[in-house]
């Protein structure tokens, strides 16, 4: 069985470019997950959808990220424009359920994105 | 607000020698906790968990007990391998299904 996957594994662009991060989750598992790791830092939540709704987007942190999830499927993050602060490893999620015995969340490699 | 802090790396140890790596944490209720791991170029991968107090998580020789009366969730090997080289973090989870991470420390075995 796949895992997590993500695209690309890493990006280099200029602060004021726009990016889009894609992440396609095991295959029937309802839930994923964004989360970023900051330079040194700890991983944050950003958000959480459950097929195509948000569930959860209380860590995102501003209105310059737009995540999607058409058809429950695959998901993106967009930066535009992208910041300095921006760069670190976003990583994605997926898990069956959000409670219970299936809600272990399974990670992927993560993208790395830099922004100079 | 929940919170996980755990020991700063970076470790540094010898094959065979014994590890620990420190963690705390700060949460309402009951959360559930975890050690997760990323091997070089790969992903998070769980490494052991507990969801209550005094529960024992254990994987690969690695063990961590979940310690309410101080808050603690300390990772321990008795004997490291080279192939034990990764970042591991610490997480926690209370209820809904958002994790919060500490920062991550990082572990090189030298032959």
């Known amino acids: 069985e796949a895992g997590v996957t993500q695209f690309p594994s890493h990006s280099v662009i200029e602060k004021g470019q726009t990016v889009t991060l894609r992440c396609d989750p095991i295959s029937g598992h309802d839930n994923l997950y964004w989360y970023r790791r900051v330079m040194g830092k700890e991983i944050k939540f950003l958000l959480h959808?459950?097929?195509?709704?948000?569930?959860?987007e209380s860590g995102m942190p501003n209105n310059r990220f737009l995540a999607e999830r058409t058809g429950g499927t695959y998901s993106t993050l967009k930066v535009q424009p992208a910041e300095l602060e921006d760069s670190g490893v976003y990583f994605c999620?997926?898990?069956?359920?959000?409670?219970?015995?299936?809600?272990?969340?399974?990670f992927g490699p993560g993208t790395r994105l830099t922004v100079t | 607000g929940d919170s996980v802090t755990q020991m700063e790396g970076p470790v540094t140890l010898s094959e065979e020698a014994f590890l620990t790596i420190n963690c705390t944490y700060t949460a309402t209720g009951y959360p559930s906790l975890f050690w997760y791991v990323q091997y070089p170029g790969e992903g998070l991968q769980l490494l052991l968990k507990a969801t209550k107090a005094d529960d024992k998580g254990s994987n690969k020789g690695f063990e961590a007990t979940y310690r309410k009366e101080t808050t603690s969730f300390h990772l321990e090997k008795g004997s490291v391998q080279v192939s034990d080289s990764a970042v591991y973090f610490c997480a926690l989870r209370r209820t809904g299904n958002q994790f919060y991470f500490g920062t991550g420390t990082s572990l090189t075995v030298i032959p």
């Open positions: 999620a997926s898990s069956q359920q959000a409670g219970g015995p299936g809600n272990e969340q399974y």
């Open positions: 959808f459950v097929k195509e709704s948000k569930q959860d």
